[in-house]
């Protein structure tokens, strides 16, 4: 077995005076679809921010390794230049900054993607294609005015140009329609098989899930990893809920 | 002021471009050159016209203005501290040993290379239909394009329009009768030692295609500029008029004290930008004024980031009935500076519409102060004014001020302002640095996007370079 891509371990992290994130262990190797369930408030989004490097939150032990690399003491930025990336739950609005040369200049600032202005501009529009993304939503201001379901959208063009070698979904399918939720579906497969890349997928609802192979399955709740399992444990969960992981969970004796 | 940029298409506004520190901060000998005496007297007034061969009623003017100088007081009741200022330290004419030339081949090598670093001659060839270049207290450059003189445009200095018996009564006519030498002291001060500048006429129905561009540059130090720009636009007339400026730093304070006429007439329409750059030991206390006739259109688009205090509010009468005034401005205050700009509105003309949007950014302790004015006269029925003012604030140490005022004196006219004050907010930055940016390069980015509706009213070379001053005051912003 090979070295996994992102490792994590022992991590505990959390804000200021509140503990969020308990002793999780995790592993995601190169070309694995993971998925992180949970109910609500369970912290899963915080897990994939403190993996970014949120310096919201504070890693009071434990470690994240990434491609070989420790990683936890890094910035954001540092993170995802080594190829890691975030997609957001709420992307965050920028007045003012075309999306179009924002592109532009996160591609341009690494070295494995800068190219010509012309093939620059060839591969947003096969990429936007591939999303069924107006090309007018290029000239537009960074995610300023867009509908939920079309930041996700950028969000995905942003995963496909950027080619990162892990990629965190975080409740990407959250609040979108049918339509929005297959270009999404789209966008995750279409980021696997260009890029042979890692995914963790945070999600509380499993119909995105239904055209994705899953790897390995993951169950959060109050900041425990208290359940592992295939792609069937997304059917059981599913079916029965969170119930029997958070009885599991108090019977260990609640979040530590 | 304009950089070399490679692929300018390619170039978006929210990417910034490295930067040459000593773009601007770079000095010329001043060997050769007439430099009068420091402090004002009226042997020294009397000198500057007699190197410029005045008409007497040119002269009485600088004299009248220079006894109005010292006869008013200075403002010390309001606005930024101006008492470092010595008139007795300021040289207010300091001459190249040069003609003015037609040529950049003729201009003094030194000067060349200075306008060169400067990109005017580039962006002369690229996009503009004329430019005039001063240095210190005289044009060195000025030229037009054949097609553009065709048109029966002139562009000149005000002093060779004071020799050509044409347009010497033109010049009576306009000059000084829109900023009066009393409106204050240092437009008193202007009028009595003022030299260089542009006098631009656009006959009636022409409209220019190519913006025309005077760049002021002083070099000499403990130095005043006290250009005149007069600029006529005739009925039905369109221009587009660009100003830029930029100084070396020194310790001694500079003075510029300029006047700004401008006469837009019925159906005319005039864009004046601006993109200041003097130095943070300059006191930049500058006047500008238009005044606005019936269905025409006057445009501001105005960059102030240099200066250690400037005083800066172009006003606009809105004389003619539906006429219109659109101001867009952006001020950026560092370290050391004390930058009061702002803008008026007079409101004179039935259905006048007047609409102000500014922008001002403040670091590292800079001080911002914007005042706006608008006064709605009693004949201007069913006027609409609007002003809104944002300002970004980079840390706790600096300052934002909003002063506006309202004078409204008809019961059918119609006013809103809206300002607001904030700060970057960390999730921006957290998002973008998620995607690759350093922290630096977010917060420049956020920045440059808080001052794109500005800058997209500038030409490309121009907002292009209004972001490079963006980020080279950006650039240490993060401990």
Redesign the interface.
């Known amino acids: 077995m090979s070295e996994a891509l992102l490792t994590i371990q022992g991590l505990s992290a959390g804000t200021e005076d509140n503990p969020i994130l308990h002793n999780i262990n995790l592993a995601v190797a190169q070309g694995e679809t993971h998925v992180l369930m949970g109910p609500n408030g369970a912290g899963k989004s915080t897990l994939g921010h403190v993996i970014m490097g949120d310096p919201t939150y504070k890693v009071s032990s434990g470690t994240v390794t990434f491609d070989g690399v420790d990683v936890t003491d890094l910035s954001p930025d540092k993170r995802s230049l080594a190829g890691m990336f975030l997609s957001y739950q709420a992307p965050v609005e920028v007045p003012g900054v075309p999306l179009y040369s924002f592109l532009r200049t996160i591609c341009q600032m690494r070295p494995e993607l800068k190219t010509t202005a012309r093939k620059f501009r060839q591969r947003v529009a096969n990429i936007c294609d591939q999303l069924s993304m107006d090309d007018s939503f290029l000239t537009r201001e960074l995610n300023v005015g867009f509908s939920g379901g079309e930041k996700k959208k950028i969000e995905m063009l942003q995963l496909l140009l950027l080619q990162p070698k892990l990629a965190i979904l975080d409740e990407t399918d959250s609040g979108l329609d049918v339509d929005a939720l297959s270009v999404v579906s789209r966008g995750i497969e279409a980021y696997r098989e260009e890029c042979d890349g890692a995914l963790l997928i945070i999600t509380h609802n499993t119909r995105i899930l239904e055209r994705l192979d899953v790897d390995r399955t993951h169950v959060m709740v109050r900041g425990n990893l208290v359940g592992e399992g295939d792609a069937s444990l997304i059917d059981e969960i599913d079916a029965n809920g969170f119930g029997r992981f958070e009885e599991a969970l108090a019977a260990k004796g609640g979040a530590a | 002021m304009l950089h070399k940029v490679s692929?300018t298409?390619?170039r978006?506004?929210?990417?910034v471009a490295d930067v040459d520190r000593s773009l601007y901060d770079f000095v010329m000998p001043e060997e050769g050159y007439e430099r009068y005496d420091d402090g004002l007297t009226p042997e020294i007034v009397r000198s500057i016209s007699a190197k410029k061969d005045e008409p007497d009623w040119m002269l009485e003017m600088r004299l009248k203005a220079l006894d109005v100088f010292h006869e008013m007081r200075m403002a010390d009741n309001w606005g930024p501290d101006v008492s470092a200022l010595d008139m007795d330290h300021i040289s207010t004419y300091v001459s190249p040993k040069t003609k003015q030339a037609r040529n950049w081949e003729d201009v003094p090598e030194d000067i060349k290379t200075t306008f060169e670093r400067l990109g005017i001659p580039e962006a002369e060839r690229e996009s503009l239909a004329g430019v005039g270049a001063q240095y210190d207290s005289e044009i060195v450059y000025h030229n037009m394009r054949e097609e553009v003189a065709e048109q029966g445009v002139i562009y000149s200095t005000i002093e060779d329009a004071l020799h050509d018996p044409k347009w010497e009564p033109v010049v009576h006519q306009y000059f000084g009768k829109l900023i009066p030498m009393r409106d204050h002291k240092f437009a008193a001060l202007h009028y009595a030692v003022w030299s260089g500048g542009s006098f631009v006429y656009v006959p009636e129905g022409v409209s220019l295609s190519y913006p025309l561009q005077s760049y002021f540059r002083l070099n000499a130090s403990g130095a005043g500029q006290f250009e005149h720009t007069l600029i006529i636009v005739e009925p039905g007339a369109d221009l587009h008029f660009i100003e830029g400026c930029s100084a070396p730093k020194y310790y001694e304070a500079n003075l510029h004290a300029g006047a700004v006429e401008l006469f837009v007439k019925d159906r005319a329409r005039l864009r004046y930008s601006t993109i200041e750059n003097w130095s943070k030991n300059m006191f930049n206390l500058n006047t500008k004024r238009a005044t606005v006739g019936a269905d025409a259109k006057m445009e501001w688009v105005s960059g102030s980031f240099g200066s250690h205090v400037s005083y800066l509010y172009p006003t606009t009468i809105l004389s003619g009935a539906r006429s219109t005034c659109e101001f867009t401005g952006i001020t950026f205050a560092g370290a050391t500076q004390d930058l009061d700009t702002g803008c008026k509105v007079i409101l004179n003309g039935a259905d006048t519409t007047a609409s102000v949007d500014t922008k001002s950014i403040s670091k590292d302790g800079g001080v911002n102060t914007f005042r706006s004015s608008v006064v709605i006269g009693r004949h201007a029925d069913r006027a609409r004014a609007t002003v809104s003012c944002s300002s970004l604030m980079l840390d706790d140490i600096s300052r934002s001020d909003t002063i506006p005022a309202m004078d409204v004196r008809n019961a059918t006219a119609s006013v809103g302002h809206e300002a607001t004050i904030g700060r970057i907010?960390?999730?921006?930055i957290?998002?973008?640095?998620?995607?690759?940016?350093?922290?630096a390069?977010?917060r420049t980015?956020?920045v440059?996007?808080?001052?794109?509706?500005v800058s997209k009213e500038l030409p490309l070379e121009y907002a292009v370079e209004m972001n490079n001053l963006i980020k080279l005051e950006m650039e240490g912003a993060i401990g």
């Open positions: 692929e298409q390619e978006k506004r929210s990417e907010s960390d999730d921006t957290l998002y973008l640095m998620s995607r690759g940016c350093s922290e390069e977010a980015m956020v440059n996007g808080f001052a794109n509706p």
